[in-house]
């Protein structure tokens, strides 16, 4: 299984990215998908999950209204629209593989990819 994040890149406070997770080896509309992401001296946090349709989404309290997760299941693509960026939200994102759907424990996840840094200048 191999998942490719891309998509970070450096921002000002109030801007916009989207990151994307693209996965390969795996029947990807079988699983829940979720990123979570990893500051500088802390551990990782979860940020977004989606079920395997897309029916059920769900977002850290910090980035709830800001964030949206969405996927393309023929693409074997999940996606993380990031705006109203905030210095706080510089950190490293990982997309992974749910083992439990909708789960915001990273030791819930099996596969995860390499990450992707996004950095917020104030």
């Known amino acids: 299984v191999q998942l490719q994040a891309s998509g970070g890149g450096l921002v000002q406070t109030g801007g916009s990215l989207r990151l994307s997770c693209a996965a390969s080896?795996?029947?990807?509309?079988?699983?829940?998908m979720s990123w979570f992401r990893q500051a500088p001296g802390k551990e990782r946090d979860f940020v977004s999950s989606?079920?395997?349709?897309?029916?059920?989404?769900s977002y850290a309290n910090a980035v709830k209204g800001r964030f949206t997760i969405s996927r393309d299941n023929t693409k074997n693509i999940v996606y993380l629209q990031m705006d109203s960026l905030k210095p706080e939200d510089t950190a490293i994102y990982y997309c992974?593989?749910?083992?439990?759907?909708?789960?915001?424990?990273?030791?819930?996840?099996?596969?995860w990819g390499q990450g992707t840094q996004v950095t917020v200048s104030s």
């Open positions: 992974a593989v749910a083992s439990i759907a909708s789960s915001r424990n990273s030791g819930d996840h099996r596969y």
């Open positions: 080896g795996l029947t990807f509309s079988n699983f829940a």
């Open positions: 989606i079920t395997r349709t897309g029916g059920i989404t």
